[in-house]
């Protein structure tokens, strides 16, 4: 059964102190591990694709990095409007999305 | 470019009744699929549409229904309404199969309440 853990539950940063958000995957044929954004109450906002291992993407202060297991979300001086839940989701061939738990980010000014 | 739509915003039902909701799927894309999202869970797969045929369905029950219009527009239909049926209710859309990619852009949900 495809799985999508993700790492810290919650994260409390300083404006300014970088980190990284981890997502663990196991799926049977990855076709794509996405990344998102959600504010509470909302729906999900597109960030990153990642198709193949080795594979990075960067959109202002983020930059999503992917392995054969696992995907990274580097925040790199993040600002209190960073503050969010992020969510890493995968896509197996059989079409379907597998999202993780999410990781709610706190950016404290 | 319109974005995803969902309709209601908010609704709030009893138990035991049946609840419609609605989805505009990004202009240009074929597929819709609808996800329930309990709170400060992540989004649950509930089934994908790809040009008016169920596609993909994931593990819930058949109270859980759907339609595809023409137009690409989508209903979930929920009869017999539970408890543990208030969340979250998105819906995304995407460009589908054989396109260059898969991404799900995803509306701003309908909140359903069951009491």
């Known amino acids: 059964e495809d799985q999508v853990t993700q790492s810290p539950e919650a994260l409390r940063l300083q404006e300014g102190e970088s980190s990284s958000l981890n997502c663990s995957y196991t799926?049977?044929?990855?076709?794509?591990l996405f990344w998102y954004r959600q504010d509470p109450g909302k729906g999900p906002e597109f960030l990153f694709t990642?198709?193949?291992a080795g594979e990075e993407k960067e959109k202002e202060r983020l930059k999503a990095t992917l392995t054969k297991k696992e995907s990274f979300l580097h925040i790199t001086a993040p600002k209190p409007e960073d503050s969010a839940t992020y969510l890493c989701?995968?896509?197996?061939?059989?079409?379907?999305?597998?999202f993780g738990p999410g990781t709610r980010l706190s950016v404290l000014p | 470019e319109t974005g995803v739509t969902q309709s209601p915003t908010h609704l709030i039902k009893t138990r035991g009744q049946q609840v419609t909701l609605r989805c505009s799927s990004q202009?240009?894309?074929?597929?819709v699929s609808w996800y329930q999202q309990a709170l400060g869970q992540g989004p649950q797969f509930i089934f994908q549409?790809?040009?008016?045929?169920?596609?993909g369905r994931g593990n819930f029950p058949p109270r859980f229904s759907g339609l595809q219009f023409p137009n690409y527009s989508s209903e979930l239909n929920v009869n017999a309404l539970e408890l543990d049926d208030s969340a979250l209710y998105l819906c995304?859309?995407?460009?589908?199969?054989?396109?260059?990619?898969?991404?799900?852009?995803f509306g701003p949900g309908t909140r359903l309440t069951v009491l």
């Open positions: 995304a859309s995407s460009l589908g199969q054989g396109s260059s990619t898969d991404t799900q852009y």
């Open positions: 799926v049977s044929g990855l076709r794509g």
């Open positions: 990642l198709y193949s």
């Open positions: 989701a995968v896509k197996n061939y059989g079409q379907n999305f597998v």
């Open positions: 202009s240009g894309h074929n597929t």
């Open positions: 549409y790809y040009r008016e045929e169920e596609n």
